[in-house]
């Protein structure tokens, strides 16, 4: 056992057997340990069956006629034999089953939540479709293993056992080497061609998976897929891999043939030399009519579970593949991860400082040296184009990345020295796509606290202003939102995600552009709310239009991934950079981002400090 495969396969069981036997957890070992027992007291009465119906073939056999009370007898043992089969096998099954159910459901939790200590960088490089889909065959595959081959495959083999034992001591050694020989040359028969079958099964699944991310993607951007008129693409994405797929399962299907028509052919050779022996053995008068019963009957106990071992054990070899791909998941090394001895964030008045930061997506440098700092209380804004580097900012400070040089603080604690969960708990942030839970209203304002009673979410609805939208529908706070929250309007999710941010009670508000997809109206009036809900806190918020951001305390223009220009929205106009060109462009209607493309620091617009600020008024 020392080759790669191998040693897989033994790491495989190792990590299967801490979610089957969890240390100190004595009731699932003594449910296993009985269920084991049952096991062998099944095959133990399986084993009696066979000969208990040989006695009473000779017993009514016989010449000179039998006695009914000795028939009686033995025809009592027979079918309490295989009433025992039955009451021990269907309780093997029922104390098994928790002990299976329980294991299936701790992997697949324990790889659910690992999967959400992942850095954000491997969500983004992987498919939701695919993702979920290996976790379900990994789950799946895990309750195959114990159900099945612990239980089916290796009983057969034991009776196998038991079996060639009784023939060798009740008919001599040529009779179980010829049931053993016959059992193993089906096996490596079997294992051998499934072996050749199992690659069209593995492309199978891979074009299933493809599928199955390719139908979940499409689904999740319905919207867009109508409004480019692309049904029949998306149709022959989809079509494509399942076209493969159809490929690969008719090749699967017709390969079988092999397997079968080769067992059987074993099977065969099998049974005519058994059944020869016997005969000639009965002809020599060495054995009786019921000993030829006996031994033809477990032949056939022998052979017919065998005919689903080609099955099993494909299924079992793809189990493992499953299970590999979901136990890989679980050697997934987080990008961002806690230090050992990370404490909770202790947060007093709320500063935030940014000192030197640099920051690149791999090659791609996006932060240089940034520095500032946002007072205890105060209202900090940054602006500046697409790709400067705004949003980055705010994914730094959630600690979905860290800087790669410099450092972030919070009340003097750098963030990676606290616990993540601490950090994340005292930011309240409202982004610039909310995406919900295909839940209720009611559920998606108070996933904000998990603990928030009725009165409270309505509470924060209130102070969201989205409470009187929510009074006027039928179901109220029980109306549920669809898929991403797709039956409400922007402005609509936008009040439901600021009624998030204010359920919980942050220290810390965080505003990702999150005006920038709205009208104007709707613009003002949860600008509104947002400068309501986060007065006399400290504040970050990220903008694009400017319109929102000149009442900030200060005023970060970034460019090119630093920071350029920084004062307060009067201050700004007065330099005629940067931002004051932003500004000119956005009060006359325009936004163009581009403009700063080849922006030096100088600026040839005159008079900035007057236009805009009657557009202020």
Not at 262 to 274: C, D, P, S
Not at 587 to 600: A, E, M, N
Request: proline share 3%; aromatic share 10%.
């Amino acid at each position: 056992m020392s080759d790669p495969k191998s040693k897989k396969i033994i790491t495989l069981l190792a990590g299967l057997a801490r979610y089957t036997i969890p240390r100190g957890n004595w009731r699932v070992r003594g449910r296993i340990t009985a269920a084991f027992a049952c096991l062998m007291a099944a095959k133990g009465s399986n084993i009696i069956t066979p000969l208990m119906y040989g006695a009473a073939v000779d017993l009514v056999n016989g010449d000179q006629g039998f006695a009914m009370s000795a028939l009686m007898w033995v025809v009592a043992g027979y079918a309490l034999a295989r009433l025992g089969q039955q009451v021990f096998s269907e309780a093997k099954q029922y104390l098994f089953a928790s002990v299976a159910q329980r294991a299936v459901r701790g992997a697949a939790l324990n790889a659910f939540r690992y999967l959400h200590k992942l850095s954000l960088q491997f969500h983004l490089d992987r498919q939701t479709g695919g993702l979920t889909r290996s976790i379900d065959r990994g789950a799946k595959g895990i309750e195959f293993l114990l159900t099945i081959a612990f239980f089916e495959v290796l009983p057969l083999f034991v009776e196998m056992l038991f079996v060639s034992a009784i023939l060798w001591s009740m008919f001599g050694f040529f009779y179980a080497a010829v049931t053993f020989v016959t059992v193993m040359a089906y096996v490596i028969f079997t294992i051998k061609v499934t072996e050749w079958r199992i690659r069209f099964r593995r492309e199978m699944n891979n074009a299933d998976e493809s599928a199955a991310t390719r139908a979940v993607d499409s689904m999740l951007n319905y919207e867009t897929v109508k409004y480019f008129n692309a049904e029949e693409v998306e149709a022959e994405r989809y079509d494509t891999a399942m076209r493969k797929y159809e490929i690969m399962a008719v090749k699967s299907r017709t390969s079988l043939s092999v397997v079968n028509i080769g067992q059987g052919a074993v099977i065969a050779i099998g049974l005519m030399a058994m059944m020869g022996m016997a005969g000639l053995d009965i002809q020599r008068g060495l054995l009786t009519v019921g000993d030829f019963v006996i031994v033809n009957t477990y032949l056939l106990q022998l052979y017919l579970p065998l005919n689903f071992l080609g099955w099993v054990y494909r299924e079992l070899r793809q189990s493992l593949v499953d299970m590999e791909r979901m136990f890989k998941l679980l050697d997934e090394e987080p990008d961002i991860a806690d230090k050992p001895d990370a404490g909770d964030l202790a947060v007093g008045g709320g500063e935030l400082v940014f000192d030197n930061v640099h920051f690149a997506y791999a090659d791609r440098p996006i932060l240089k040296g940034v520095s500032f700092r946002v007072p205890p209380g105060k209202r900090t804004a940054i602006v500046g184009p697409s790709g400067s580097g705004k949003t980055t900012i705010s994914r730094l400070l959630f600690r979905f990345y860290d800087p790669n040089e410099g450092s972030i603080c919070l009340d003097g604690q750098d963030l990676r020295d606290v616990s993540q969960s601490s950090l994340r708990s005292v930011i309240g942030v409202v982004p610039q796509d909310t995406v919900m839970f295909n839940s209720t209203i009611g559920y998606n304002i108070g996933y904000g606290r998990h603990d928030a009673s009725q009165a409270d979410i309505e509470a924060a609805a209130k102070a969201a202003a989205i409470d009187g939208f929510i009074s006027k529908l039928p179901d109220g706070y029980d109306t549920r939102v669809g898929e991403r929250g797709l039956k409400l309007s922007g402005g609509e999710k936008q009040r439901v995600a600021i009624a998030r941010a204010i359920l919980k009670k942050p220290a810390i508000f965080l505003f990702d552009e999150a005006t920038s997809a709205l009208d104007s109206r709707t613009e003002k009036d949860i600008q509104r709310s947002l400068n309501d809900i986060s007065r006399s806190q400290t504040t970050l918020v990220i903008a694009h239009r400017l319109s929102t951001v000149v009442d900030a305390d200060e005023i970060l223009v970034l460019a090119d991934g630093e920071i350029c220009e920084r004062g307060t929205h009067r201050q700004l106009l007065a330099k005629n950079g940067l931002y004051a060109m932003m500004w000119q462009r956005q009060s006359d209607g325009f936004i163009d981002d581009d403009l700063t493309k080849d922006y030096d620091g100088s600026s040839d617009y005159d008079g900035v400090g007057d236009r805009p600020q009657e557009v202020i008024s």
